[in-house]
T-cell receptor
């Protein structure tokens, strides 16, 4: 069964450094998402991406964050200058068309030191 | 925006027992999704409900959406250790938004 894959599974970075989290969505999907889950808290929406542009973003997704689909398969989340509070599990999701469920990857655990 | 409350927060059952997890919304649900998460791993899609009164089953798991579309339940029959994990309900947010909002989750432990 097709699945969303994320790399790396765990990223440890010094505060202030840039990180790029990578995702390969399911191949025929059109809608792409990033969510995060801080330890012990709810899964929170960050951003949605469709037709090569951001379609919606949350207030968490400030100027330090950016997303890109550099080619036909990858979808990336960049955090420009990481903060301690960016430590969380980051999930990528994709779906084929609206009214279909979102399918999630296994996540990248980001630890900021 | 949408708020989802799940109950109970955690549940410990003996293998073979039935159990129910509830998800209650502050607003009418337009799409309700159940996911399972194992600790430190991703969310596995279980079922999607969209219509009032809808009920879906997969193997030993049944999910229902009430007629008013403000509450959903997930029922597991004859639980097994493989059912253990965190069950999350998620819903389409209001006003045509694409984002999902999630409940805090219900942690299920099944003792052999």
């Amino acid at each position: 069964e097709p699945e969303v894959t994320q790399t790396p599974s765990h990223q440890v970075t010094q505060m202030g450094q840039e990180v790029i989290l990578r995702c390969v969505p399911i191949s025929n999907h059109l809608y792409f998402y990033w969510y995060r889950q801080i330890l012990g808290q709810k899964v929170e929406f960050l951003v949605s991406f469709y037709n090569n542009e951001i379609s919606e973003k949350s207030e968490i997704f400030d100027d330090q964050f950016s997303v890109e689909r550099p080619d036909g398969s990858n979808f990336t989340l960049k955090i420009r200058s990481t903060k301690l509070e960016d430590s969380a599990m980051y999930f990528c999701a994709s779906r084929g068309i609206r009214n279909q469920p979102q399918h999630f990857g296994d996540g990248t655990r980001l630890s900021i030191l | 925006s949408q708020e989802l409350e799940q109950s109970p927060q955690s549940l410990i059952v003996q293998e073979g027992k039935n159990l129910t997890i509830n998800c209650t919304s502050s607003k009418t649900l337009y799409g309700l999704y159940w996911y399972k998460q194992k600790y430190g791993e991703g969310l596995i899609f279980l079922m999607m409900l969209q219509k009032g009164g809808e009920e879906k089953s997969h193997e030993k798991i049944t999910a229902k959406l009430d007629e008013k579309k403000q509450q959903s339940s997930l029922h597991i029959t004859a639980s097994q250790p493989s059912h253990a994990g965190i069950y999350l309900c998620g819903a389409d947010d209001q006003g045509g938004s694409e984002k999902l909002v999630f409940g805090k989750g219900t942690k299920l432990t099944v003792n052999p």
